[in-house]
């Protein structure tokens, strides 16, 4: 059972900057592409952002065009862990914030359907106020 374990979440104002992180499984972590996903209360769980695993080709890394030049992933495979840096943030980033994987490589578009992601976190609610 792999588990995906989110932190980082919580309270801040427009214009403040969070990070969060997600743990994952230490052997496998560095096959996987990960991706973060969010939540708003009402809506669907929208593609935030994504960073496959590296292969000899090279390594994708995607976001939904709202995030652009605000929210930066990355990954560290020997910490097993994905982080999503939010800058910037603004009141309708509030959401819950998911963490997700998925075996293999994915591309720059295929990593945002949410369908390709087999492994979730449990989620952490980042909540911006104006």
């Known amino acids: 059972q792999v588990q995906l374990v989110e932190s980082g979440g919580g309270l801040v104002q427009a214009g403040d900057s969070l990070r969060l992180a997600c743990v994952g499984p230490?052997?496998?972590?560095?096959?996987?592409?990960m991706g973060w996903f969010r939540q708003a209360p009402g809506k669907e769980r929208e593609f935030v952002a994504g960073i496959s695993t590296r292969v000899s080709a090279g390594q994708a890394i995607g976001y939904r065009d709202s995030v652009k030049g605000r929210f930066t992933i990355s990954r560290d495979n020997a910490k097993a862990t994905v982080y999503l840096q939010m800058n910037s943030l603004k009141p309708e980033d509030t959401a819950v914030y998911y963490c997700?994987?998925?075996?293999?490589?994915?591309?720059?578009?295929?990593?945002?359907?949410?369908?390709?992601?087999?492994?979730w976190g449990q989620g952490t609610q980042v909540t911006v106020s104006s």
């Open positions: 230490g052997r496998t972590f560095s096959t996987m592409s």
């Open positions: 997700a994987g998925a075996q293999g490589f994915v591309t720059s578009q295929s990593m945002r359907d949410k369908r390709l992601y087999v492994y």
